[in-house]
């Protein structure tokens, strides 16, 4: 049985910084490609970056540079380090694994209960 959990989220102020981790039980990394999603109340789940089993990693063009992804083998764990937060980042971020076919849409088999990002300006 795979279970992700999202942790780290919080209140912070526009050009802070925070660090999401998903934490898995079973073999969650274990698939070609793990993901964070984000999602604002009436909007679609949008795609903010991936990591491949080798590493690899891609990013959502209003992130890059400022997000890195990144995946702890050992502690089976993925995490997300946000830096220089805008106020349209606000969201609730979602950890997600196991892709079911195109990795930048929002559909893959197991998905963490999401933790909640709030920059204020």
């Known amino acids: 049985q795979v279970q992700l959990a999202e942790s780290g989220g919080g209140l912070v102020q526009a050009g802070g910084s925070l660090r999401l981790s998903c934490a898995a039980s079973?073999?969650?990394?274990?698939?070609?490609?793990s993901a964070w999603f984000r999602q604002v109340p009436g909007k679609e789940r949008e795609f903010v970056a991936l990591?491949?089993?080798?590493?690899?990693?891609y990013y959502a063009d209003s992130v890059k540079g400022r997000f890195t992804i990144s995946r702890d083998n050992a502690k089976n764990t993925m995490y997300l380090q946000i830096n220089s937060l805008k106020p349209e980042d606000t969201a609730v971020y979602f950890c997600?694994?196991?892709?079911?076919?195109?990795?930048?849409?929002?559909?893959?088999?197991?998905w963490g209960q999401g933790t909640q990002v709030t920059v204020s300006s």
């Open positions: 997600a694994s196991g892709s079911r076919r195109d990795p930048v849409s929002p559909e893959y088999d197991y």
């Open positions: 079973g073999r969650a990394f274990d698939t070609p490609v």
């Open positions: 990591i491949a089993l080798g590493g690899a990693t």
